[in-house]
Antibody, heavy 124, light 108 residues
Framework: QLQLQESGPGLVKPSETLSLNCSVS??????????WGWIRQTPGRGLEWIGS???????YYNPSLRSRVTISVDTSKNHFSLKLSSVTAADTAVYYC????????????????WGQGTLVTVSS | SSELTQDPAASVALGQTVRITCQGD??????ASWYQQKPGQAPVLVIY???KRPSGIPDRFSGSTSGDTASLTITGAQAEDEADYYC???????????FGTGTKVTVL
């Protein structure tokens, strides 16, 4: 079964860019069955979908974050990445990567495997 | 703010049945998926599509939708079912995925 693992800095300064990687094991990031998604969670805003990417590079993003988000995939390294620019304290959250079943993507986001999550704090 | 509304809390006696609801206009058009989250852990998918359960999820978990409300039912709740539960679907514009506000389930 798939295993996902987030990695990246736990502390980012305001106005800088948050960068996280998600390593995929037990499967391939070039699988046609999956999108690869990023979700974040805060006590105040709950769970928030950030965006998703297909192995072809097709992406779709939460409109509220679209201007600041870039998600990419590197199938040769079997990982995908998140960049969030111009961060503020409001971007402090636990960030999760997850595999998303493409078959159901027209309706709900079906995230069947999740990373353990990584806390990113935005502070100077 | 979420366009999927859930009751903040629910309680159920051990072995009894609890239904958790998720209300939103988008549910008239889109399926909901449901996630269980225990403290300090990532969410776990429990229901998706038309009442489908991932491998390893007990059959005491079931899902349904009527009108603008999706429901997750736990029949014969166990102590290990105590967790937060979140629904997920498209928002009313269909342009993004949203999660519900979450329901904390306590097993008494």
């Amino acid at each position: 079964q798939l295993q996902l693992q987030e990695s990246g800095p736990g502390l980012v300064k305001p106005s800088e860019t948050l960068s996280l990687n998600c390593s995929v094991s037990g499967g391939s990031s070039s699988s046609s069955r999956y999108y690869w998604g990023w979700i974040r969670q805060t006590p105040g805003r709950g769970l928030e979908w950030i965006g998703s990417i297909y192995y072809t590079g097709f992406t779709y993003y939460n409109p509220s974050l679209r201007s600041r988000v870039t998600i990419s995939v590197d199938t040769s390294k079997n990982h995908f990445s998140l960049k969030l620019s111009s961060v503020t304290a409001a971007d402090t959250a636990v960030y999760y990567c997850a595999s998303q079943l493409k078959e159901y993507s027209e309706s709900a986001a079906v995230f069947d495997y999740w990373g353990q999550g990584t806390l990113v704090t935005v502070s100077s | 703010s979420s366009e999927l509304t859930q009751d903040p809390a629910a309680s159920v006696a051990l072995g009894q049945t609890v239904r958790i609801t998720c209300q939103g206009d988008s549910l008239r058009s889109y399926y909901a998926s449901w996630y269980q989250q225990k403290p300090g852990q990532a969410p776990v998918l429990v229901i998706y599509g038309y009442n489908k359960r991932p491998s390893g999820i007990p059959d005491r978990f079931s899902g349904s939708t009527s009108g603008d409300t999706a429901s997750l039912t736990i029949t014969g709740a166990q102590a290990e079912d105590e967790a937060d539960y979140y629904c997920n679907s498209r928002d009313s514009s269909g342009k993004l995925y949203v999660f519900g506000t979450g329901t904390k389930v306590t097993v008494l």
